[in-house]
Structures are given as C-alpha cells and as structure tokens.
C-alpha cells in the first residue's frame, strides 16, 4: 500500500468521516511497551473485521471477510491486506457516514498487545494477547499481494 493509500480514500469535510486524520506517530501501548494488537468489527456494505498491527510507526490493516471463529486452532480463515491506518486509529468507534470510503458503524471486537515472534517473507507469527484472542497467531501470504491466511497456531 502507498503510504498515503488511507488519506486518498477518506474525506473530512463538513458530512465527511469522523475517523482519525492520518497523522503518523509513534506511540507505544504505555503498560506493557508492546505493541498494539486489534480487531475492529465493521458493519458496512458487508459486515466484516479488521485485524491491525502496530508495525513500523502504523497499524497494518488486514478485512477479515468472513465470520472467522478466530479462536479455532488450525482453522484457516482469509485476510485481505487494506492500506495502512494511524495509530490513533486504534482508539477509533463511530459511524461513517453514508456515502463515504467504508460507510457504517465500527466497534472495537477485541484489543490488547502483541509480541512478533518470527518475520520472514512468506508473513509472521505474532504472540497475541488480547481479551478475547490469546496465543500464537499466523499471519501467512497467501496469494499475494493482498490474499494472507491468519489462523492459530496449536500449542
Ligand atoms: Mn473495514
């Protein structure tokens, strides 16, 4: 993704998004130092979540299409890179209006810290520990550019 890919997409005129502006900070979770692990659910055109990572100053950002039983071991489920989010995007819950870049309610599903435990380039494995997500994940390409499997690793 372009490092302006979220700008572009967003409008903040006066019937615009009331989603963060796309400033970039560096801002670490302040009680452990670990970075930002969250899943936002979105109801838009088609209800979905979205997994993000704090990784290099952003949130990478992936859609998680379908109802992902996230808990399940081994249980493969497609995530779809999206562009890059800011940080403060991490605290974001509202209503997009209608007529703009991903119109609809976002709610936070589920948030904590993450611990990157292996990067090659084939994806990740990241420790998470969120409320509702705990354990070893795998955030795998799959077809790229933009296909990757997200799945729990057993333990
Ligand atoms: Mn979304």
């Known amino acids: 993704m372009?490092?302006?890919?979220?700008?572009?997409?967003r409008r903040w005129n006066k019937n615009g998004t009331t989603e963060p502006k796309g400033e970039l900070s560096k801002v670490k979770d302040t009680k452990t130092g670990r970075p930002i692990?969250?899943?936002?659910?979105?109801?838009?055109?088609?209800?979905?979540?979205?997994?993000?990572?704090e990784m290099d100053g952003v949130l990478k950002s992936w859609a998680i299409p379908k109802d992902p039983?996230?808990?399940?071991?081994?249980?493969?489920?497609?995530?779809?890179s999206v562009e890059d989010h800011p940080l403060s995007y991490s605290t974001f819950e509202g209503t997009i209006p209608k007529g703009q870049y991903g119109a609809g309610k976002v709610t936070i599903w589920d948030?904590?810290?993450?611990?990157?435990?292996?990067?090659?380039?084939?994806?990740?494995v990241i420790k998470i520990n969120g409320s509702k997500l705990k354990g070893t994940f795998v955030l795998f390409k799959f077809k790229?550019?933009?296909?990757?499997l997200f799945f729990k690793k057993k333990e």
């Open 2 to 9: 372009t490092p302006n890919s979220y700008i572009k997409k």
């Open 37 to 53: 692990y969250l899943i936002h659910l979105h109801d838009s055109s088609h209800l979905h979540r979205d997994l993000r990572l």
């Open 69 to 80: 039983l996230l808990t399940l071991e081994g249980k493969k489920i497609l995530a779809v």
């Open 111 to 124: 948030k904590g810290t993450f611990e990157l435990i292996e990067k090659t380039d084939k994806g990740f």
């Open 144 to 148: 790229p550019p933009n296909n990757w």
